[in-house]
């Protein structure tokens, strides 16, 4: 167990914040399954134009998901020190800077990871939240923008801005994910700051959780692409990472199963109605590496009512 501030957060893994994916629906589906933290999708920190009640529309939360960390992303260090304290306001155990997003979009507006050009503004940001906001603040960062000289400076003065963990993915923003994760300037960070440091890039099994802590020292592993559509993987890392044992990969009807409970919290907890592609996109992830699941998502992608996709992932189980 490890503290990222005040929270203790009671495993090794942890959930990346992920648009369209690290919804409160999903985040359960995930601690359900092990996750020892969860983050949600990046929000805008513009409280001013967009008001509080966007927020509470874009972030939600439940007492079964805890700890939670609520990830947003801005330029400005008012604004995101007040989005800061309005997520803690909301239920949010960790509030998380975004310094990492790699997109054209937000690169446009001066967010994500093209703030790693300016390292006073970094200091700026970190500082005001830190400063303001009750619950503790991280950042995640890549490794620059397009060379990784800065990287551990980048780091320290994070570190001494008062952030009290930071995720480290193992690629520049002009990578964004292409080529292999360098875990060793993950490792150059543990070795250097002194705040819990979170490993991002290329887990995409229980295998992969086990090199990364051992080959970097990192507190925690976040799992991203690899937790997409399958949850499973928490509890595989886990349990690999205490007795290891590797669990065997989950059953098209284990998958099946999941894809039905998410389906029930989407209904339970979901703000606004889930509409038909919202199960879409569910049960196309779910059938991923399932015997015939190529042709059920083509099946699924002409589906006209929910009933019709839970028909073609049923046959699926044999």
């Known amino acids: 167990?490890?503290?990222?501030?005040?929270?203790?957060?009671?495993?090794?893994?942890?959930?990346?914040?992920?648009?369209?994916?690290?919804?409160?629906?999903?985040?359960?589906?995930?601690?359900?399954?092990?996750?020892?933290?969860?983050?949600?999708?990046?929000?805008?920190?513009?409280?001013?134009?967009?008001?509080k009640y966007r927020f509470k529309k874009?972030?939600?939360?439940?007492e079964i998901e805890r700890p939670v960390a609520a990830q947003?992303?801005?330029?400005?260090?008012?604004?995101?020190?007040?989005?800061?304290?309005?997520?803690?306001?909301?239920?949010?155990?960790?509030?998380?800077?975004?310094?990492?997003?790699?997109?054209?979009?937000?690169?446009?507006?001066?967010?994500?990871?093209?703030?790693?050009?300016?390292?006073?503004?970094?200091?700026?940001?970190?500082?005001?939240?830190?400063?303001?906001?009750?619950?503790?603040?991280?950042?995640?960062?890549?490794?620059?923008?397009?060379?990784?000289?800065?990287?551990?400076?980048?780091?320290?003065?994070?570190?001494?801005?008062?952030?009290?963990?930071?995720?480290?993915?193992?690629?520049?923003?002009?990578?964004?994910?292409?080529?292999?994760?360098?875990?060793?300037?993950?490792?150059?960070?543990?070795?250097?700051?002194?705040?819990?440091?979170i490993g991002n890039g290329d887990v995409f099994c229980a295998q992969d959780a086990k090199d990364m802590l051992e080959q970097t020292g990192c507190d925690l592993v976040m799992i991203g692409r690899g937790a997409i559509g399958n949850p499973f993987i928490f509890r595989q890392c886990e349990d690999y990472l205490k007795s290891g044992k590797i669990i065997t990969d989950p059953t098209a009807k284990d998958k099946i199963t999941a894809y039905n409970t998410m389906c029930d919290l989407m209904d339970r907890y979901k703000r606004i109605k889930p509409q038909l592609k919202d199960y879409k996109v569910q049960a196309c992830w779910f059938s991923k590496g399932v015997s015939g699941g190529r042709e059920a998502r083509m099946k699924i992608g002409t589906c006209e009512t929910k009933d019709e996709i839970d028909a073609v992932l049923d046959g699926l189980c044999g």
């Open 72 to 197: 947003i992303f801005g330029s400005d260090p008012k604004k995101l020190a007040e989005s800061a304290q309005v997520m803690a306001d909301m239920n949010a155990d960790i509030v998380d800077i975004n310094m990492g997003c790699p997109s054209i979009k937000l690169s446009r507006n001066n967010a994500g990871a093209i703030l790693l050009k300016d390292q006073k503004l970094i200091a700026d940001i970190i500082s005001s939240a830190a400063s303001t906001t009750s619950i503790p603040v991280t950042a995640k960062i890549r490794l620059g923008i397009d060379s990784s000289k800065d990287t551990v400076k980048i780091a320290k003065i994070i570190e001494r801005a008062g952030a009290s963990a930071i995720t480290v993915h193992g690629r520049t923003m002009r990578a964004k994910y292409a080529g292999t994760a360098d875990w060793d300037m993950i490792r150059k960070i543990k070795d250097t700051v002194g705040i819990p440091v």
């Open 58 to 62: 874009e972030f939600n939360t439940a």
């Open 1 to 51: 167990m490890i503290n990222i501030g005040n929270v203790r957060i009671k495993g090794k893994t942890v959930l990346a914040p992920m648009c369209a994916v690290s919804t409160l629906p999903y985040r359960i589906l995930c601690k359900r399954h092990g996750a020892a933290l969860v983050f949600s999708e990046m929000i805008d920190a513009d409280v001013e134009q967009y008001g």
